[in-house]
């Protein structure tokens, strides 16, 4: 009882001192009110704060700051995890359910989820899911900790994670069951003895966010482990060029697809691109004779680079998709050249939705990146600083990140993913993820009908 009579003093206290409180700052507040609206309804536009409204509304409030940063530095911005400009996506297409006319699958069957990629390769990568790890390098974007987290999340889920244009990671290459190495522009992830452990390789030719545009990153942005397996030196940069050096006609791309071909026994060796000028880049690759393609739209992310290629250059995802897709088809390869598209594309309907439309696999990097700090970048970092900070190569907190907990979430993630996707293609009456197609679809409004040739409904 005494206990009671004391809880209940303390909050009569509290209320008393909240009222008195209140009582002696409430004149200051309408004060401050009056005040303000007084000068907002009398001061000329030229010294009302109102103007800013006005701004506001005329220009992005980003990009009044990227502005502010570009005169502050005079030099060319690198703006983390992509571009904010909303592109043409997947929005405007719905599936068709299966109910009297179709009927969707019984209870008790099931969806196949597997991909293979590169049939025609003496050695297809063949997958449980048709979801991959996008490449995200290590030292030039993420932490040892995180890319260990990502490749086990990988084994998991049964795909494959891949190296990205950093240096392959050894303890990444020990760990993966399946293994992507990206063969880039740069000097580094070139040792036949690395090559010969891929079980595909991605020939790096371009990318969403940054196009083909060539990039250099200090070494002290990369000290320790990184600028070792780079071979930066202390006072140097990592460079990643525009172009292969002696690689420029359709001929010079067919002998490096096929000496990379020889040299890991028939893998599946492919591209990645960023999209742009879709029928005639895809000639040159098929000329070449890739086993697959990767394309890149402009939707991707990235951990830094200039605004006007995130912004400005290249095509959205689902664009280069369906234009990629009718390519093939006219070209009678579609089946045997696989297809990956990349780039903005983060819940379970729209990797879907990329598969029906002719994708062999759908790669994704931001949301498992998020995925894979589930918990940690909420209970480690913020909110004094960003999850960047546990997740990047250069992060103050990376040593924070707990490994096996982010590949649990990750690998989470990617079966959570998959579950949806397989109900979905249950109620269209699909036993296989690849039997998903065009016939399930329909475009809500006219633009996404010009995109994709699907009816409009």
Same mark, same amino acid.
């Given at each position: ?6 809880? !209940?003093? /303390?909050? *009569? +206290?509290?209320?008393?001192?909240? @009222? =008195? ?8 507040? #309408? ?117 260990? !987290?990502? /490749?086990? *999340? +990988?084994?998991?889920?049964?795909? @494959? =994670? ?8 050894? #303890? ?128 991707? @992310? ?156």
């Amino acid at each position: 009882m005494t206990f009671v009579w004391m809880t !209940a003093g /303390v909050a *009569a +206290a509290a209320l008393i001192v909240a @009222a =008195a409180v209140l009582l002696l700052v409430r004149p200051t507040i #309408e004060k401050l009110v009056d005040t303000g609206l007084a000068l907002t309804e009398t001061e000329t536009y030229y010294r009302n704060i109102m103007t800013m409204v006005s701004l506001f509304q005329r220009i992005d409030p980003q990009i009044l700051v990227e502005n502010s940063l570009r005169a502050d530095s005079g030099k060319i911005l690198k703006r983390p995890l992509g571009s904010p400009k909303k592109f043409p996506h997947f929005e405007g297409i719905m599936f068709l359910p299966c109910q009297m006319d179709r009927l969707p699958l019984k209870d008790a069957e099931k969806v196949d989820t597997r991909t293979v990629i590169g049939p025609r390769a003496r050695r297809p990568l063949e997958l449980k899911i048709p979801l991959i790890i996008s490449g995200m390098a290590y030292g030039l974007a993420l932490s040892e900790k995180v890319k260990l !987290a990502l /490749v086990k *999340a +990988a084994n998991m889920a049964g795909t @494959a =994670a891949n190296s990205g244009e950093g240096p392959v990671l050894p #303890e990444e290459l020990r760990e993966a069951n399946k293994y992507i190495i990206q063969y880039s522009r740069a000097e580094w992830a070139k040792d036949p003895e690395i090559l010969k452990q891929a079980d595909m390789i991605e020939i790096h030719i371009g990318q969403g966010s940054s196009a083909g545009a060539p990039s250099q990153v200090p070494a002290k942005h990369l000290r320790g482990k990184a600028a070792r397996l780079m071979g930066v030196a202390p006072d140097g940069e990592a460079e990643i060029r525009s172009r292969f050096p002696g690689v420029s006609r359709k001929g010079d791309w067919r002998r490096l697809v096929q000496e990379l071909r020889s040299l890991t026994k028939g893998v599946p060796i492919g591209m990645k691109l960023a999209i742009g000028r879709v029928e005639e880049d895809l000639e040159i690759a098929l000329y070449a004779g890739v086993d697959f393609v990767t394309l890149d739209g402009a939707q991707a @992310a990235t951990k830094g680079t200039p605004p006007i290629l995130q912004d400005d250059v290249g095509l959205p995802t689902v664009i280069g998709l369906c234009r990629a897709v009718e390519y093939l088809e006219k070209r009678k390869k579609r089946g045997r050249v696989s297809l990956i598209v990349s780039g903005g594309i983060h819940t379970p309907g729209e990797c879907l939705k990329a598969l029906a439309l002719g994708a062999d696999a759908v790669a994704l990097g931001s949301p498992l990146l998020f995925a894979s700090s589930h918990t940690q970048g909420s209970q480690k970092v913020l909110p004094w600083e960003p999850p960047t900070e546990l997740a990047f190569y250069t992060g103050e907190k990376r040593e924070l990140y707990d490994v096996d907990e982010g590949a649990v979430f990750a690998a989470r993630f990617l079966q959570s993913l998959v579950k949806e996707m397989k109900l979905a293609a249950a109620a269209l009456g699909k036993a296989s993820l690849k039997e998903v197609g065009r016939e399930d679809l329909v475009a809500l409004d006219p633009v996404s009908a010009q995109i994709t040739g699907l009816p409009l409904i």
